[in-house]
């Protein structure tokens, strides 16, 4: 055995050395799965080497093969009967996707990222990943690194996608916070938030790919726990969706060297965060773009020539992890001393294991190895056979000339002992709200207010730092109206110049919902998503979604059984809209410890919801601005009194309990008319209401638009009695948009629009004044667009 | 005839795709090539009409934007480089590809491009954006009479994106002064914008370029640079605004391109 390769001691060692190992090597393995290593080591008669203890650690990460949605779960629900789950993933996630069964999903969870149909030539592939315990220690390399990796993940799909569009979304801490009132350890909001944004800028703006739709939301429970999620869309020709790996095709790594970076990344992610992080600097990656620019140069000419059978990308466990999967139902092996390495003095695991970035490896038949060398060496892109893939079942590793692993793929794959976990629901109470109308009659300093909170506020600032035009097919940008500055509902992307076939991208979140009900937070996301996507004139028919679950510590039961409830809404309510899950990641352990006082803190539970739906023509998108004086302004779907998690009792220092349900009936019913009526020319601006209710829409879609709108609240269409003029324009109930219609097409719009709740608020006024009439007909709000629009960008412009 | 259009590519290049798509509408052959092989001998740069400098982030802009290719340029692939500029032929670069040409002292160049075996100076520079960031808008530009061939008989007034974070055009009060007087400020940053501005026009001067110029030609008007980016505006649809406004479905982008294939066409026939 080589020098540099040493053996863990576990045949031998009790319960407490055995976890003692588990900790002191990052390793995050539990003791049953302890237990299981060291039973199938009895077996083998021998200690496993370095290699293979991290080998298996990294494989059965939480990262990598996410556990506890495959978990058994015993839940329980507000005091009532134990429910057995087998597995959240199976029987929440999968099966929906099963039983919905649209023929355009090409590939589903199987891949790095999912795969549906666009046009007769190509497919798309979408994948939304996090990267936020590298974002805590290290904002910019951390969000850079998130961005890289998951472009690798759509360069990964199939036998590579060309990447053409980013999205991004975050949570932080609020901006204002004390510095006194910083957890110990971790870094000011604003310095994550600047070094997230500069990260996702430099590398997205590198790669030539536009990023042209997200979100940043803030609490201050991410203080310590940021959440950075990074999607990527890519296109992909139909004909190069399926991959494979034959015994005897080459092992080649393309891209950049192998250094000591990133090592423990898919463990240590799988880990709660105390004050002593920020000194784990070695397990966040360096990223160069330049690198992986050249990656995607280089393998789409490859790929385009069937160069290589199969192809996956080297991110968390490293060359670890993409051997071993590309190799799991044939067997690899590799040799060490190829990989290219930054510098020497790299032992063997660590060369295995290193999370070094801009590496992909794929699989090349022998026949085709010199015409590759000459494409990648043409493009300036080192690539080096590392071995070949066998027909042994085994991932076999050698270090010059010795074995160092010899792993067994079936145990490797298959050994990961199935957990079972305690989940405990117990709904909150919080003190209720009531209305305002009693203490005033003017609710223009309200509207203000919500206007100028950071989750409501202009992005502006951060969205003009990402270059969205490059590609030159973004067709509906992330800002629209009169003066490019409002906020859009989605943005749409053509991908081929000239061609009208569209991709609308959208996303959907909102953790404040989860104080209530993650079952209501996660059934609004995808609400949201959904409305984005039919407001610049997509259909729910043609729309696929993505789950990315950040959560807190699932083996404390409390955070399991929201997890639950979230699992269960996206069940529910993707079912009934028809809206499969393509893909979808989870990071969990959002957590901090203070080691000194032991405090516990998790994030708020956070489901983001992204989707995608495929637009036959993009001629027929509308964006969210006001566009002409005269024009009617009416409100589509019912509101209710549901103020529960609202921004409006935010504001008021209230959480409340009626948070906005899903009437998935109703809410599908509204979505069909209303892209069907935008498919047929009657509307011309669609906004949704989402934070902040009609009264927020309505204020954004007349300084988008750059004039005035007169409204009447005793128009809102509603499902219950609402009495007072707050709850009606601030309820966040979900299904409902505002809607801009020609007095001329008002008919035509009515009539088509019978069997869905519409009310007429008013009209589009010449003057750029902001007036609403509350239930009595007195006058609840006036000021100017300007004073709106100002009270919404001024926030986050500093 | 029609023009043969060379699209360079390098590492870190971005826009070459658009770069190439707009080339084609405006009745073009073109070839993407990677500058190894014209360092390489492998492609012979004579073949072509046309070199196209797109943009992106040659080499990741590391050093300052655009050096590095402007180096390579100028020292590996020289003699071909003058002697397509000898031949009479047209040059643009866009947004990085502007970056490299003033690098290279092919902008604003001097009097005679082939000065024997002297370096063509560099005489300008695309410094950091006054705003300190990279920074994607569109802008209006006000065509300026110029001897530029790209934009002969273009509209007054054309609408843009930019997406850059070093832009700011600024060169020596000589510099300037001998470019107003040889007609080589081919674009401003329009002044009587609609649109909000502060004190510095800034952001309808998105970077702080001296004298507002968003784009210049060389003396004999064959080559050019911009920062903005015409081959992002080649239909109505990327307009920024094309749900409210009425807009022709050729972007204004496109005239730039058709004019350098026209003026190809009608000299080399």
Redesign the interface.
Known sequence: MSSKVNEFQILNADDDELMRISREGTLSLNLDEMHAIQTHYAKLQRNPTDVELETIAQTWSEHCVHKTFKSIILYTEDGNVTEKIDGLFPTYIQRATEEIAKPWCVSVFVDNAGIIEFDDTYNLVFKVETHNHPSAIEPYGGAGTGIGGVIRDSLGTGLGAKPILNTDVFCFGLPDTRYEDLPKGTLHPKRVFKGVVSGVRDYGNRMGIPTANGAILFDTRYTANPLVFCGNVGLIPKNRCDKSVEPGDLVVAVGGRTGRDGIHGATFSSAELDDTSESLGSVVQIGNPIIEKKIVDALLQARDQNLYRSITDCGAGGFSSAVGEMGEDTGAEVHLENVPLKYEGLAPWEIWLSEAQERMVIAVPPENIEKLMQICEAEMVEATVLGSFTNSKRLQVFYEGEIVGDLDMQFLHKGLPQHVKKAIWTSPQHPEMSSRDEQTDDYTEDLLRLLACPNIASKEQVIRQYDHEVQGGIVIKPLVGVENDGPSDACVVTPIIGSPNAAIISNGINPKYSDVDPYISAAAAIDEALRNIVAVGGTVEKTALLDNFCWGNPDKPDRLGALVRAAKACYDIATAYGTPFISGKDSLYNEYRDTTTGEQRAIPSTLLISAICVMPDVRKAVTMDVKKPGNLIYVVGNTYAELGGSHYFSIHGYIGNKAPIVRTEAGKLTMQKLSAAIDRGFVRSCHDCSEGGIGVAAAEMAFAGGYGLSLNLNAIPTGEEIMSNDFLLFSESNSRFLVEVEPQKQTEFEDHMTEVAIGCLGSVTDSPVFTVNGIDGEQVIKTSIGTLKSSWQTPLHT | MKPNVLVL?T?????D??TD?AFK?AGADTSLV?I??LISGKVDLSAFHILAIP???S??DDIAAGILLAVEMKHKIRSALEQFVDDGKLIIGICNGFQVLVRTGLLPGVEHSNNGNSEIPQRATLAMNTSA??????VELETQQSSCVFTRGIKSHLYL?V?HAEGRFTASPDVLAELESHNQIVFRYDKSSK??SDNNNYPNNPNGSDADIAGICDRTGRIFGLMP?P??F??K??H?????EDLPDEGDGVAIFRNAVDYVTATFA
């Open positions: 590519r590492a870190g290049t971005n826009c795709v658009e798509v509408l990677h190894q092989n943009g992106g982030f080499y990741g960031k990279f920074e994607c808008r569109w994106p997406a649109y909000p980016h081959e992002r080649l239909t649809w990327n920024p605004r094309w749900t409210r």
